[in-house]
């Protein structure tokens, strides 16, 4: 790639649990998120974490790309990004990166897709608070994140706390509605983590379609 053979890259690896981007830094630069799995947190006034997206290294260069936003904004980054697992990354400086994008339009227009997505999804969680739709916006959780193994639709390296941050409650709302759910027959827990029973049911509970009473 083109990019990551520009002046002034250099390769750099973070831990797991540790910040690649802090909130609050000013950056000029981003990363390039080579292999493995990073989430976009904010720590708010009360001290609480919530989780706003997740970066993995994949085909899709953009998505892959850590703090490109902040570029075309004052600088400073709203957000931490955390490694949630090793993370091997290219780290870009800004100059490098504009310099590289310039003249590539379809490079920009996915910028702008990216940015319309989170947008969205900013304004999805902000409703769903305010409406009190938590439980729906769980289940579409487990749902867009569930995977086929060995025959089962498993969601997997989700706890409680991590969930509780996706969805900006406390841990023990989660418990009460993943306890709902069991009670239901829709999910259960196993060693290879959320097991969906009744995909159908939980689907219907993420559109609205049905209550959980929890």
Same mark, same amino acid.
């Given at each position: 790639?083109?990019?990551?053979?520009?002046?002034?890259?250099?390769?750099?690896?973070?831990?797991?649990?540790?910040?690649?981007? #802090?909130?609050?830094?000013?950056?000029? *630069?981003?990363?390039?998120?080579?292999?493995?799995?990073?989430?976009?947190?904010?720590? =708010?006034?009360?001290? @609480?974490?919530?989780?706003?997206?997740?970066?993995?290294?994949?085909? @899709? *260069?953009?998505?892959?790309?850590?703090?490109?936003?902040?570029?075309?904004? @004052?600088?400073?980054? %709203?957000?931490?990004?955390?490694?949630?697992? #090793?993370?091997?990354?290219?780290?870009?400086?800004?100059?490098? *990166?504009?310099?590289?994008?310039?003249?590539?339009?379809?490079?920009? =227009?996915?910028?702008?897709?990216? &940015?319309?997505?989170?947008?969205? !999804?900013?304004?999805?969680?902000?409703?769903?608070?305010? !409406?009190?739709? %938590?439980?729906?916006?769980?289940?579409?959780?487990?749902?867009?994140? &569930?995977?086929?193994?060995?025959?089962?639709?498993? %969601?997997?390296?989700?706890?409680?706390? !991590?969930?509780?941050? *996706?969805?900006?409650?406390?841990?023990? =709302?989660?418990?009460?509605?993943?306890? &709902?759910?069991?009670?239901?027959?829709?999910?259960?827990?196993?060693?290879?983590?959320?097991?969906?029973?009744?995909?159908?049911?939980?689907?219907?509970?993420? #559109?609205? !379609?049905?209550?959980? @009473?929890?």
């Amino acid at each position: 790639m083109d990019l990551l053979k520009m002046p002034g890259v250099v390769y750099c690896e973070f831990e797991k649990n540790t910040r690649i981007i #802090k909130q609050g830094e000013k950056i000029d *630069f981003v990363y390039y998120l080579a292999s493995g799995i990073c989430y976009r947190k904010n720590i =708010t006034e009360k001290g @609480d974490e919530v989780i706003y997206g997740v970066k993995e290294s994949n085909n @899709d *260069f953009i998505q892959s790309i850590l703090g490109v936003l902040i570029l075309y904004t @004052d600088g400073v980054s %709203v957000h931490n990004f955390c490694a949630r697992s #090793k993370c091997c990354c290219y780290k870009i400086p800004k100059e490098a *990166f504009l310099q590289w994008v310039k003249d590539k339009p379809d490079i920009i =227009t996915q910028i702008l897709y990216m &940015a319309m997505k989170e947008l969205r !999804e900013l304004a999805s969680l902000f409703q769903a608070r305010q !409406e009190g739709r %938590v439980a729906n916006r769980l289940c579409n959780l487990l749902l867009k994140n &569930a995977r086929a193994i060995q025959g089962k639709l498993v %969601v997997q390296g989700y706890s409680n706390l !991590e969930i509780s941050q *996706f969805l900006g409650i406390h841990k023990v =709302t989660v418990a009460r509605i993943l306890r &709902a759910l069991k009670a239901g027959d829709i999910i259960d827990k196993g060693k290879e983590g959320i097991i969906i029973l009744n995909e159908k049911q939980l689907a219907a509970y993420a #559109k609205a !379609e049905k209550i959980i @009473d929890y």
